[in-house]
């Protein structure tokens, strides 16, 4: 048995984790690296595996790091089946769609601009079609349930408490080459205790192998419990001085999350009851009426909501804005409101118009709940720049910036060890989607504390299991 990592080795995305076994080649994730342009697509073009001999891809959640290459594999050849939860392929119908119509704009966008040169244009990794036909090979299993991959192979999804439909790999595997029998687990990204909407992951109990995920494998978060009182604070100290809230946010979970939060507050009469409330991204409107049709996958707190008789993702006040018409007419409205739009980065989309229209207004409020990426402008404005750049106009930081830094769905330092502890039998634990200031200090306190080999996977370089 032998693992190698192809992406999220040594940083956070384009997992990509090949598990060899019994004569099989099965991938874990197949995501896109994300980041600087030019770097990340020259990165995403090449597979360094052959596509067409992988058996079988095991897909742990929807994220575009983890399932925006599908397309491409199949387009060079995969021909196997990709194993997912329900929820994950109806939201990957989505967002592999999404992913599609940027490349393809993106490489538009490019033509246009290589017009002049002499420079070859760039093609998109895969169009909006190529997306569609790949949903055909995906094939969902619940969660909790034994499932034959291979005579001597078994994979089972439990829940990962990350994202919605996110799901940890578990593979209990005959080993040829000994006869043992042996667990391979695979935690894809880990959440956390408490988020809200899903439930929490799930603890194995058992494993000889974890592949875990470091992301926070060396900080800690703000508790969850302070995300949605401090949520409070801002929108009400704002609307007092007459300002807006612009949130920038991921279109998937963060969203759906932030309009839950915001309806509990409204229904506590915690904030103005008729504050209104925009989602200005059709992704997020679309990806939240996924999330209404997967109520088997609520925890107990929104299950309970719901008896009510009340939808959480829909409060009386909140408004979803389709057109771009409609939301160019955002700018004339008059009064405090919060506005939702993405992209989370800041980096594309609609939430670039808000930004520019409202920053240099002191009133405003800019609440950023999400983690910004280096060379970002949201980042920019994590880091307190007095003046950013937007559509290539300077723009004065002029309206308060907050961070809510309890809004997390990765388990932090914490949270990993403490799961890590719970499992009985581990011979290995091998380290990835972190990078090497979270991963590295974290395989050493697992070796220290609890005496079990532990390594950080780099780049192509295979580990012996
Ligand atoms: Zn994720």
């Known amino acids: 048995m032998r693992l190698t990592s192809y992406g999220a080795a040594l940083e956070v995305t384009g997992s990509q984790h090949l598990l060899e076994v019994n004569g099989k080649k099965i991938l874990l994730d197949c995501g896109l690296f994300q980041g600087r342009r030019k770097e990340s697509f020259e990165k995403n073009q090449t597979f360094k595996y052959n596509p067409q001999k992988i058996d079988s891809l095991i897909l742990s959640h929807a994220h575009i790091d983890h399932s925006g290459n599908i397309p491409h594999l199949i387009k060079e050849g995969f021909k196997g089946v990709v194993y997912c939860t329900k929820a994950t392929k109806d939201l990957c119908s989505i967002m592999l769609l999404d992913s599609a119509y940027i490349q393809e704009s993106d490489a538009e966008y490019f033509a246009r601009k290589l017009k002049k040169t002499a420079l070859k244009p760039i093609e998109p990794l895969y169009t909006q079609p190529d997306a569609e036909y790949s949903l055909q090979f995906f094939k969902t299993l619940p969660l909790g349930k034994r499932f ?11 829940e990962a408490g990350h994202v919605l439909g996110s799901a940890m790999v578990v593979l209990d595997i005959n080993d040829k080459d000994d006869g043992k029998e042996k667990r391979f687990v695979f935690t894809g990204d880990m959440g ?62 963060r969203t759906q999350e932030l309009i839950y939060g915001i309806h509990l507050l409204i229904d506590r009469k915690e904030i103005p009851t008729n504050l209104p409330i925009f989602i200005d991204s059709p992704l997020a409107t679309n990806i939240t009426n996924i999330f209404q049709k997967h109520i088997e ?40 409101c919060v506005i939702i739009s993405a992209s989370g980065m800041c980096e594309a989309g609609r939430i670039r118009h808000h930004l520019k229209n409202n920053i240099e207004d002191p009133k405003n409020t800019i609440a950023i709940v999400g983690y910004m990426a280096e060379h970002t402008l949201g980042r920019k404005l ?10 290539d106009k300077m723009y004065d930081v002029k309206s308060e910036v907050v ?4 809004f997390s769905a990765h388990a932090d330092m914490n949270d990993l060890h403490e799961y890590i502890k719970n499992i009985s039998g581990l011979q290995k634990v091998m380290l990835v ?9 974290m395989a050493d306190r697992i070796k220290t504390n609890m005496g079990i080999e532990s390594v950080v996977m780099e780049p192509a370089k295979t580990v012996n299991l």
Not at 314 to 335: A, C, R, W
Not at 433 to 441: D, I, R
């Open 382 to 391: 994590v880091d307190g720049d007095p003046a950013v750049k937007i559509f």
């Open 192 to 253: 956390r205790c408490k988020l809200p909407i899903i439930n929490d992951p799930y603890q194995i109990e058992k494993a000889d192998y974890l592949l875990t995920e470091s992301t926070y494998g060396n900080r800690t978060h703000a508790p969850i419990e302070e995300g949605i009182p401090e949520l409070a604070r801002v929108i009400n100290r704002t609307a007092r001085r007459g300002g807006k809230i612009i949130i920038p946010s991921f279109a998937f979970e």
């Open 148 to 158: 034959k991959l291979y005579d001597d192979i078994y994979l089972t999804f439990y």
């Open 433 to 441: 989607h972190g990078e090497e200031n979270q991963s590295g200090p």
């Open 297 to 336: 996958l609520y925890d107990k707190e929104i299950r309970e909501y719901f008896n009510l008789d009340h939808n959480p993702f829909k409060p009386k006040q909140l408004k979803h804005i389709k057109t771009v018409d409609e939301s160019k007419e955002l700018n004339f409205f008059i009064g405090p």
């Open 403 to 406: 961070i809510l830094e309890s």
